[in-house]
């Protein structure tokens, strides 16, 4: 017998979201330096000081932009995560009256499919996360 469905590792995306807002951290230190960079530009003079502070502006833009897209992808993230784990909650809750009562509280093994909680219990050789 084939199952069909999708299963969604909840941990990957919490770590693409850790990942996501580091990468935001490092790029908000960034902007820091720029911005001091930025400031010391003004003391070179006519001719490199203009270029200068177009580089900075034009770094300082882009950084500004790249900082708000990867935060926006941690919160999306994040939020898609708590989404889908709050929903497979609701499903379970709203399921568990209409299977068999040794059925209830199945173990969810790391395929995402659920067992006979009688026959496949967790131990030291299955893990598993129990429901």
Do not use: C
Not at 73 to 78: E, I, V
Not at 108 to 131: I, M
């Amino acid at each position: 017998m084939t199952l069909q469905g999708f299963s969604v590792n909840l941990a990957i995306l919490r770590s693409a979201a850790a990942k996501w807002g580091e990468l935001a951290e490092d790029l908000t230190a960034a902007r820091t330096r720029l911005r001091s960079a930025e400031e010391a530009s003004a003391d070179l003079g006519e001719k490199a000081g203009p270029a200068a502070q177009k580089y900075f502006a034009t770094w300082l833009k882009e950084t500004t932009s790249q900082i708000r897209a990867s935060s926006g992808h941690d919160r999306q993230l994040r939020r898609m995560a708590n989404e889908y784990w709050r929903l497979d909650e609701d499903a379970a809750r709203d399921l568990a009256p209409m299977v068999a009562w040794a059925d209830r509280n199945a173990i969810v093994l790391k395929n995402g499919l659920p067992v006979d909680s009688t026959t496949d219990a967790p131990g030291p050789d299955r893990p598993g996360v129990q429901r």
